[in-house]
């Protein structure tokens, strides 16, 4: 079963995701203003959404915004995909690097992200409230891949 990736407009969905997956993330239809593009990526044969990333500006830098994968289709390589969708819009951009905030940094480690200093990296992660997974307050990391 395939899937098929599109650039989107629409937020709402892709907020709904996010917050689903575990991001603090406000469900809204109208996207912050610091989104650049969104896309998502939905079942060639049920339309249903998989997954989703966006391209956003924080910080004066381009950030991996947004991204994230159903977590019963988690493991196939979808997020792969869809952060080489904004890696392929942010070169088209004479980008040459995008920062990003990761609450599990080590799958982002094995793709080619490195860890970045919170303290002398801009400012494009969001310290998380309660998580109600952990338990206990959580600061996801600074992560920077060079394209």
Do not use: N
């Not at 937020?11 to 917050?19: A, D, H, K, M």
């Not at 991204?67 to 390589?77: I, P, Y």
């Not at 080590?106 to 310290?127: F, I, N, R």
């Amino acid at each position: 079963m395939g899937y098929v990736i599109r650039e989107t407009d629409e937020y709402y969905p892709l907020s709904v995701l996010c917050q689903e997956s575990g991001m603090e993330v406000e469900i809204s239809h109208v996207p912050a203003e610091q989104m650049v593009k969104m896309w998502r990526m939905d079942d060639a044969g049920t339309g249903q959404m998989l997954a989703c990333a966006a391209l956003q500006i924080r910080d004066g830098v381009y950030v991996l915004g947004d991204l994230a994968v159903r977590e019963d289709r988690r493991g196939e390589g979808l997020g792969k995909r869809m952060q080489q969708v904004v890696f392929d819009e942010a070169r088209r951009r004479g980008v040459k690097e995008i920062w990003g905030s990761a609450k599990v940094p080590a799958y982002y480690y094995k793709l080619g992200w490195e860890q970045m200093d919170w303290g002398t990296s801009p400012d494009v992660a969001a310290c998380c409230k309660k998580c109600p997974r952990r338990g206990d307050t959580c600061s996801p990391a600074v992560i920077k891949m060079t394209l």
